[in-house]
């Protein structure tokens, strides 16, 4: 790990790195984003988004919290997706879990955890959803690793019940969802392939926001 005072001479080489193979890099990176994809993921230090994805500076957008949850009444990954959607414009958006993940296993413990209950609820819910599916596996870190993979399909599900999702998707055909997990031992992202065409088709027997508000008369 770099000491606080290598971060900055490493940002110096980095920076000089840049310039040598493209002079003009940080001007072009100045002046606007367009990135196609925005991701959530976990706030784990271990799985860097760009990196994983062998992304530049201007490809992603990029939201992290702990367990990589997308909560309708948090303001905070509320907004991001809202901007990414109605305002850059993005292609992909990518819920990224990860095996191993801190988050998840929390929530799977009978503890009191503090201002952690709330958000971890979110993942209790998950599991209340797929309680068959989760214990009929009877090792625990097999378990763990679903609930990790379920936890990323249900995050999805709630990005597709966004209305700025549906109705952009109407209008373009994109953006599209998809779900992944970042399999922290081998290095490797595996693309859950949930069916994004059809999960919309579902949920829209609910969740349908594609119309538009009418003044009652
Ligand atoms: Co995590």
Same mark, same amino acid.
């Given at each position: 790990m770099p000491s606080y005072e290598e971060v900055f001479r490493n940002n110096q080489e980095w920076l000089s790195k840049k310039k040598e193979t493209d002079p003009d890099f940080f001007e072009k990176l100045a002046a606007d984003q367009r990135p196609e994809y925005l991701y959530i993921g976990c706030s784990? %230090?271990?799985?860097?988004?760009?990196e994983i994805m062998g992304a530049k500076p201007g490809d992603v957008f990029i939201h992290r919290n702990i367990a990589n949850l997308v909560n309708a009444i948090d303001l905070n990954v509320m907004a991001v997706i809202n901007y990414a959607v109605r305002h850059l414009d993005v292609k992909h958006i990518?819920?990224?879990g990860h095996y191993n993940c801190g988050g998840v296993k929390a929530a799977m413990q009978p503890k009191d955890l503090g201002i952690l209950n709330p958000w971890?609820?979110?993942?209790?819910?998950v599991y209340r959803l797929h309680m068959d599916e989760l214990n009929a596996i009877k090792d625990e870190h097999e378990r763990y690793n679903r609930l990790v993979e379920l936890n990323v399909q249900e995050q999805c599900?709630?990005?597709?019940k966004l209305a700025s999702v549906q109705q952009a998707y109407i209008r373009n055909k994109y953006?599209?969802?998809?779900g992944w997990v970042f399999d922290?031992?081998?290095?490797?992202?595996?693309?859950?392939?949930?069916?994004?065409? %059809?999960?919309?088709?579902d949920i829209q027997q609910i969740y349908d926001l594609t119309g538009t508000i009418t003044e009652s008369k």
């Open positions: 784990d %230090s271990r799985v860097t988004a760009e990518i819920v990224c971890l609820r979110n993942i209790r819910d599900i709630n990005v597709i953006p599209i969802v998809h922290i031992k081998s290095g490797k992202i595996i693309d859950l392939n949930l069916d994004f065409k %059809s999960i919309l088709k």
